[in-house]
């Protein structure tokens, strides 16, 4: 069993040494929610124990979990979503982020380079062409925007390009589905394009709504896989559920149901609506690639009673829910798979950190006695902090020890000067209640 540090239980820390290092990461997270509390958004009450129980009930009714339960599904998920765990050979292009609609949730300006890119295009076809030939094998690729069908000739273009030279590749496309029209989806059906994904968005007339309902069962006719991409707004359940039945009645392949983000900006929209951050935003604090921003509470609640509510119905309709962490797992698994490190480091399969345990202070000493006995000779000694570090499967022999053990969270970074492994977190166990195959 793995106790996260937090502020509120660092008392319960018995090692001083230990619990002073752990106040090093404990004021990091201060810092970050001050950031938060800036920008006039609140944080919400922990609402961990009551996710827990959603979890276990969709357990229960058998709920499929994915990337050890960030990821939940009932009967399908697009090939698209599973390479996405590892980014392994995935990759998401945009013609620009020029776009019609005005979401006042939309992430995109956190992209690098955004208001170049809302008024000037990029060359996909030189750019799809390089990657083909000298970056990694291709299993699935992407266009998104801003909205795609605005640069109708390039968007074929770009998949025409795909189909010719890389033909076995997983295609999909990102769209509002507002200009989407049969010659169009024909022109799409001819380039290959394996999958569509529209985004509904809730506070539409339901005018709007109809009319993209509509284009998605033309789809249909001429898209292998028809998906919709949406967050889920607190609030939205019983509009939700509407959205389920319809989209499960039109016959599409599934739906993924995103954890709703607040994208550090248009503050005063969210706070009008009563939104607050989810507590805590985050399990390992880091600068995460995706751009969505902070989770909004009570999206994750709704996404599971969702799940719940497509399981009783047994609806053929594949329901994916995607948390936030389930996005970044990608990153974490790009940045330190495959990296040269200390014989120390585990990597971890659950969520693709290097762990490593850490004893402090006068347990120091205890746990030494032990590894001389089993001739453990692999260990390190850091003097600025007085702690030992070593291999988290050592923790077993410590099985007889009442002590504390520090279990170490990094990630690989790449700098100008070389590459570091940083520390991002530090978090409790102890040697008797420790499983490795269960916990890491």
Not at 28 to 57: C, P, R, S, W
Not at 92 to 104: A, E, G, Q
Not at 177 to 202: N, P, T, V, Y
């Amino acid at each position: 069993m793995i106790i996260e540090t937090t502020k509120q239980n660092l008392s319960q820390i018995r090692n001083p040494e230990f619990s002073q290092y752990a106040q090093i990461y404990a004021r990091v997270y201060d810092h970050f929610i001050d950031q938060i509390k800036q920008t006039g958004m609140a944080l919400d009450e922990n609402l961990e124990k009551e996710t827990a129980a959603k979890l276990e009930k969709i357990k229960q009714m058998q709920g499929v979990f994915r990337n050890s339960d960030k990821s939940i599904v009932n009967t399908w998920i697009s090939s698209a979503c599973e390479a996405c765990q590892k980014g392994v050979g995935t990759v998401t292009m945009y013609v620009s982020l020029m776009c019609h609609r005005n979401c006042y949730f939309c992430f995109n300006p956190n992209q690098e380079d955004y208001e170049h890119f809302t008024h000037n295009k990029r060359d996909l076809v030189s750019e799809l062409t390089q990657h083909l030939k000298h970056g990694p094998k291709l299993t699935h690729l992407a266009l998104t925007g801003g909205e795609p069908l605005l640069h109708k000739k390039e968007m074929l273009d770009f998949f025409r390009l795909a189909k010719e030279k890389s033909p076995k590749t997983h295609t999909r496309l990102y769209t509002s589905g507002d200009f989407l029209d049969r010659e169009i989806l024909q022109d799409l059906k001819d380039a290959g394009l394996s999958e569509i994904r529209f985004s509904i968005k809730m506070e539409d007339p339901e005018r709007l709504k109809q009319e993209v309902y509509e284009r998605i069962a033309l789809s249909k006719e001429f898209i292998p896989d028809v998906m919709v991409e949406m967050p889920v707004l607190p609030g939205s359940f019983a509009e939700m559920k509407e959205v389920l039945l319809e989209l499960d009645r039109i016959g599409i392949s599934g739906i993924n149901l995103l954890e709703f983000c607040f994208p550090f900006n248009n503050a005063d929209e969210f706070i009008k609506r009563g939104y607050k951050v989810k507590n805590p935003p985050f399990k390992v604090l880091y600068d995460y690639w995706y751009a969505g921003g902070l989770p909004i509470s009570r999206s994750e609640l709704e996404c599971l009673d969702l799940m719940a509510f497509a399981l009783e119905e047994k609806l053929q309709l594949g329901v994916h829910y995607c948390s936030l962490e389930n996005k970044q797992t990608g990153q974490i698994y790009q940045q330190n798979y495959g990296q040269k490190v200390s014989s120390l480091m585990f990597f971890s399969p659950r969520d693709y950190f290097f762990k490593s345990a850490k004893v402090f202070g006068e347990d120091i000493s205890k746990v030494k006695k032990v590894f001389k006995k089993k001739n453990v000779t692999q260990y390190q000694f850091n003097a600025d902090y007085n702690y030992l570090e070593f291999h988290v499967s050592q923790i077993k022999l410590l099985k007889d020890l009442d002590i504390e053990v520090g279990i170490s969270s990094n990630v690989m970074e790449v700098r100008e000067d070389g590459k570091y492994l940083r520390e991002l977190k530090i978090d409790r166990t102890y040697p008797k209640d420790f499983d490795l195959s269960k916990d890491i």
